[in-house]
Each structure stands twice: as C-alpha cells, then as structure tokens.
C-alpha cells in the first residue's frame, strides 16, 4: 500500500525545474506533501483531495490525477532553500476513519548554486 | 506550546531494556500520530489518537510497542525488551482537526539507539 515516488534522487542547478511523481495502486482518498530537511523533522507542504485538484504556493505546486491515481509536485526555478527530502503521503478511498496516512519512501533534492 | 515537542530528543539504551518517549502535542490538537522513520528511510506510521476514541494501533510492528495518551494531551509510547532494529528517530505528530485532510505539525523527534 505504500506509494512509490519517483525519482528516489534528482541533483538541479538554481534555477532550474524537476517534478516528483507519487503513484499508488489504491484508489486514493487525498494525497499529502511534506518537506524534511536534514536533521529536521518533516514540514507541511499541501494536501490535495480527489477530484484533479491543483494547489500551489509560490513556485512550488501539485496536481493530482485520480484516475491514475498519482500525484506530482512541481518546483519551479529552485532556490536552495528547497533542498530535502519530499514525501508523499496518500490515504485510500473509501476508509470512513480520519486515519492514517501510508508515506512513501521520499524524493532526496538537492540544489547545487 | 508553540509546537509539538518531544522528549527525549536522544535516548541511547541497552537491548533489552524497556524505554518510553514523550510527545506533547500543540494545545487543542484532537489528533496525534506516531511515526518511526529509520535512517534514509520514510516514515512509518505506527499508531493514531483521535480524541477520545480508541487509537488505531494497526502500524504497531509487535506486541513490544504500547502507547497511550493521557487526557486527550500527552502521549507515551512505549518499547519493551528493545531490540536493534529498533533503532530509528521516533516522530510524533498533530493536527487540530480529526481528519486526513487536516496538517499534521510534527515534532523534532526522539533518535532511539538499541545498543
């Protein structure tokens, strides 16, 4: 049930764009992002529901696409501030619990200058 | 508080020995989650309050875990006869809302070493 992300690691100039993709074989319910930074503990990016929604905040945004059942987040023109490691976490359609979130294993971003 | 806070935030122990780890929760918070994340791993969900319900205990890995939350606030877990492998930085989390679509604050964190 865990997602699967992709790419595991992706290196980027400032600049420059990249894309993390998270897939699940699940029907899902929403899809969560987080970012860790090294030796810190995760931070709340956004949530999306089903039903093909975008959100954005600055240069950072994401769509989910429930009929493939897969999220991505887009990060546009990196600073380096958005070095980490980003989660997807995903909650299965049709659970009625508020309950958990299943995360996948994390996309590792590093930023050159 | 401000934010979720942990403690210890470092707890080296011998195999074997029981260990609890604290999490006080953001004021208010009706949800806490616990999560252990191994190194260069994700994070792996391992029990959930919501309010005063029963938790959902369905990530614990074995019968060694136990957690409790006292009061709608504070929540222990618990590690009895620790292994190795159960070395890993323990995260708890909240959120204001009982819901998956709510954010979930975390915490520092507790790093446990099973010597």
């Known amino acids: 049930q865990q997602p699967v992300q992709s790419p595991q690691a992706v290196i980027l100039r400032e600049g420059e764009d990249a894309v993390i993709n998270c897939s699940s074989s699940k029907a899902l319910y929403s899809v969560h992002w987080y970012r860790q930074k090294h030796g810190e503990a995760p931070v709340f990016l956004m949530i999306?529901?089903?039903?093909?929604e975008q959100k954005g905040h600055e240069k950072i945004s994401a769509s989910f696409n429930e009929k493939k059942q897969q999220s991505s987040l887009y990060l546009t023109a990196s600073q380096l501030s958005y070095s980490g490691t980003y989660f997807c976490g995903t909650e299965m359609a049709g659970y009625s619990s508020a309950s958990k979130i299943i995360f996948g294993s994390g996309t590792r971003l590093s930023i050159r200058p | 508080g401000a934010g979720v806070s942990q403690s210890p935030s470092n707890k080296v122990t011998e195999k074997g020995k029981d260990v609890e780890l604290r999490c006080d929760p953001i004021s208010g918070h009706t949800a806490l989650y616990w999560y252990r994340q191994s190194l260069g791993q994700g994070l792996e969900f391992l029990i959930y309050f919501q309010g005063n319900s029963a938790p959902d205990k369905s990530g614990l890995p074995s019968d060694r875990f136990s957690a409790e939350r006292t009061g709608g606030s504070v929540s222990t877990l618990t590690i009895q006869r620790t292994q190795q492998e159960d070395s890993a930085v323990y995260l708890c989390?909240?959120?204001?809302?009982?819901?998956?679509?709510?954010?979930?604050?975390f915490g520092p964190g507790t790093r446990l070493t099973v010597l």
């Open positions: 999306l529901l089903k039903g093909g």
């Open positions: 989390a909240s959120s204001r809302l009982a819901t998956s679509t709510d954010t979930q604050y």
